[in-house]
């Protein structure tokens, strides 16, 4: 029928612009490495801020004692604590809490998102047991994990850039971070020192090299993505202090923030930028990560059923409510095994309202996911691949003995959308080839980065 062909042609459609052909995802990579060099070269050099984290030194292994850490970066944030115990007992016990945040602090005033924070903060320290020790006369340390964009200005200090991923506070930005989170602390009556302002992706890092010593990259993939690498101190013209005594230095991508010409843009992408809180920015992590999947198959499904009555005569009102379809329920309308999608059929009517789909429309939804979860995970490959060659990882021939490659992941989406994370390792296979795919490891850092902060708060103690 005409409804039907007018489906097929807006799914056409949707298939040409969002498609990944091995040729465009070599030119994204490109791209990633070139903006690498600018970003690296100078303040504002590019679209990709290749943030100086701090970090010349990843754990050792050798770090003990007690560490908080704080990670705030998402829906929810997570508070930890360690007892370190050094090479031989490493991590001797841990324990954490995840408190999720209320959405009008999301977009409400600093004072009240960082008391919110720091009494949680205060309640979790108030139930430390005894297998936890602090000695006497010591101040409780603190890694914090902050991932948002910050401008920072040492191993604990730094200034927000801006908010991403739902956030939007105005007058935090501009603002010390850390000094916001210690008046916070202060007003809290809880006595703790920040020790170490870190990134997710940098947390990552440390606590993927905790474990690895091979791990030179870390990526998130969860409501939000980013990248941090070990880069040669050399290897960066802005950077303009003392070379460390490593040689190198951390850097924070924030590759969310990447854009290009040569990304696959459709029109359902370009209406979600426009009407985000953020219009112009994120355009990398808007095609990849958690927050925004769901939101991209709602668009397409809301004009199937505008253009083609693909769930009949009327739209589904709630199809129309922006961000009603999240990630996971994507995931498992992606993941229905069912002959007849049952999954599907329980998710549109539960969450959408929509009764008595047909398979042949079912059939669509899960189409539709697979086509915008792939590109989402193929260019994720595409950008790791322009950070491989950037540090000349990329290929078997250049080195004769290739050193082994470890990749720190950590995030929801990679961790629980399993068509996600497989295409994205089959792609970076198809791109780097057998041999040199061979000794590059992608290994799931489930929250590492709490581990890693407090790690680095360790080797950032006061009491050194
Ligand atoms: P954050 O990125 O907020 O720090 P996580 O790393 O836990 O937190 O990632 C959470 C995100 O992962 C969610 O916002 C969602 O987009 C995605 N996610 C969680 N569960 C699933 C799932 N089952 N399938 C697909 N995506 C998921
Ligand atoms: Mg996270």
């Avoid at 604590?81 to 945040?101: A, D, F, P």
């Avoid at 941090?228 to 003392?242: F, N, S, T």
């Avoid at 693909?310 to 990630?327: A, H, M, N, W, Y």
Wanted: glycine residues 10%; proline residues 3%; aromatic residues 6%.
């Amino acid at each position: 029928s005409g409804r039907w062909a007018r489906a097929a042609a807006v799914i056409r459609e949707l298939e040409e612009k969002a498609a990944t052909p091995i040729g465009k995802l070599r030119q994204v990579a490109d791209a990633m490495t070139v903006e690498m060099h600018a970003g690296l070269a100078s303040e504002g050099g590019s679209k990709l801020k290749m943030l100086i984290s701090y970090v010349d030194n990843l754990p050792t292994g050798d770090e003990t004692g007690l560490f908080y850490a704080l990670d705030l970066g998402g829906t929810n944030f997570r508070v930890l604590r360690v007892q370190l115990g050094g090479k031989e007992k490493r991590v001797v016990k841990q324990e954490y809490e995840e408190v999720s945040i209320p959405p009008h602090l999301m977009v409400g005033g600093s004072d009240e998102l960082f008391d919110f924070i720091a009494s949680a903060l205060a309640k979790f320290v108030a139930s430390e047991g005894e297998d936890f020790h602090l000695p006497v006369g010591r101040q409780r340390e603190l890694g914090f994990t902050f991932s948002f964009p910050v401008r920072q200005t040492s191993i604990a200090s730094g200034t927000l850039i801006k908010w991403t991923k739902g956030f939007n506070i105005e007058s935090t930005v501009g603002e010390d971070i850390v000094a916001e989170l210690t008046r916070a602390i202060e007003r809290q009556g809880l006595d703790m020192r920040v020790s170490a302002l870190v990134n997710d992706t940098i947390g990552t890092l440390a606590g993927g090299r905790y474990y690895d010593n091979d791990v030179v990259v870390a990526v998130i993939l969860g409501t939000g993505t980013n990248a941090a690498y070990v880069e040669r101190a050399q290897a960066i013209p802005k950077w303009h202090g003392l070379l460390p005594k490593s040689g190198e230095m951390v850097i924070n991508m924030e590759w969310g923030n990447f854009r290009s010409s040569h990304l696959p843009i459709t029109d359902y992408d370009q209406a979600l930028d426009s009407e985000s809180l953020n219009p112009g920015e994120q355009i990398f992590e808007k095609l990849i990560s958690g927050m925004y999947l769901g939101e991209i198959l709602r668009r397409a499904l809301l004009r199937l059923a505008n253009e083609a009555a693909l769930f009949g005569d009327t739209v589904p009102p709630k199809l129309e409510t922006p961000f009603i379809l999240r990630t996971p329920v994507m995931s498992a309308m992606h993941h229905d095994n069912s002959p007849d999608l049952r999954v599907v059929a329980t998710k549109l009517k539960e969450l959408l309202g929509i009764s008595n789909t047909s398979l042949k429309t079912r059939k669509v939804v899960v189409h539709l996911s697979d086509i915008i979860a792939k590109r989402g995970a193929r260019l994720a490959a595409a950008g790791i691949v322009g950070i491989l060659k950037k540090i000349g990882r990329d290929s078997a021939a250049k080195a004769g003995e290739v050193p082994r490659t470890v990749i720190a992941m950590d995030g929801g989406l990679y961790e629980h959308y399993t068509i996600f994370s497989e295409c994205l390792q089959e792609t970076l296979k198809e791109m780097l080839g057998e041999e040199a795919s061979a000794s590059v490891v992608i290994k799931l850092a489930n929250d590492g980065s709490g581990i890693g902060a407090s790690l680095l708060a360790a080797s950032h103690s006061q009491y050194l």
